[in-house]
């Protein structure tokens, strides 16, 4: 019997397809599409190292960003510095200048009366070499708060001298001494820690100083306790005066605090805390004895 002409095309068409590869089935359509998908692949692969590398630089550049910055905020957090030490801060070139204008009211005195009795000389001297030393420590260790102040003081020194000297003789055992050999150790200290400012690595120049600095002010600031066991003899304390002496306390009181809170600075708390003791020591003994009269007048 025979076949049917359309049934024998049909079954022809489906064995030369059948007998085809798989990639000749493709339309020109799909084929085109995979051709371009394969040249995009291709494009891809070779740009990928590139892209990866810059994808992980710019992520590692972000991550090391945060972590600087969280880093820096924790650091921040943790050195901050509380509102009140900061008015410490403020105040204390202020109570220095306020403590070194102390003596005016003494040396107008000596100006008045063209005398200086029996007033000694070395408070003056020790204050133009104690507040050159801090004036130079300051400025190394570039903080206004230290070099301000104690250029005030370098000013106000010069003045005391240069007042005293013009109404004392140029020898007396109250000095103690002489004026000319006050000038000379004066001068001698300016002269030796300028040099140390200016010729030593910056480092050492500030150990140095700080350390000089240091054991002026506790000699300073002890001074007046040498007279302890008369007050405690005599139970009198008329010698102490007062006013400098809450001053001098006011003044150790901040700078013990931003030293130890703020500047961090042995150099600057040490000599303060003992200052701010001996102070305290002198306002007590002035408290207990300053209103009673000597027991040699008692008598």
């Keep these: 019997m025979m076949l049917p002409r359309t049934f024998l095309t049909l079954v022809l068409s489906t064995s030369l397809l059948l007998s085809r590869p798989a990639s000749a089935l493709a ?3 799909i084929t085109a599409l995979s051709s371009q998908k394969g040249h995009r692949t291709h494009k891809n692969k070779n740009a990928s190292p590139l892209s990866r590398n810059s994808i992980l630089n710019i992520r590692g550049g972000d991550i090391a960003t945060i972590a600087e910055q969280t880093a820096t905020t924790t650091a921040t957090s943790l050195n901050a510095v509380p509102a009140w030490v900061k008015f410490c801060g403020q105040v204390a070139p202020i109570a220095s200048v306020g403590m070194s204008m102390a003596s005016l009211p003494t040396i107008w005195g000596i100006s008045k009366n063209k005398s200086v009795g029996d007033l ?3 408070p003056y001297t020790s204050l133009i070499s104690n507040a050159f030393i ?3 420590y300051g400025v ?6 230290l070099w301000s102040c104690n250029i005030a003081a370098v000013v106000l020194g010069v003045y005391y001298f240069t007042t005293f000297t013009r109404h004392s003789p140029s ?9 000319a050999r006050h000038l000379q150790v004066c001068l001698g200290i300016i002269t030796a820690v300028s040099a140390i400012a200016l010729r030593l690595p910056t480092e050492l120049a500030i150990r140095i100083l700080g350390t000089t600095g240091v054991v002026i002010c506790i000699g300073l600031f002890a001074s007046p306790l040498a007279a302890l066991k008369t007050v405690l003899k005599t139970k009198s304390a008329q010698s102490i005066p007062l006013p400098f002496a809450v001053a001098t306390a006011i ?3 901040f700078w013990t605090t931003i030293g130890v809170l703020d500047m961090k600075d042995i150099n600057i708390w040490l000599p303060n805390t003992l200052g701010f003791s001996c102070a305290l020591a002198q306002v007590f003994l002035k408290i207990i004895y300053g209103g009673k009269k000597d027991a040699a007048e008692a008598l």
């Design 27 to 29: 339309s020109p359509t």
């Design 251 to 253: 003044n150790c009181f």
């Design 140 to 145: 190394l260790q570039k903080d206004p708060r």
């Design 171 to 179: 020898k007396s055992p109250t000095l103690p001494g002489s004026v």
């Design 134 to 136: 801090w004036a130079l």
């Design 120 to 122: 000694p000389l070395l």
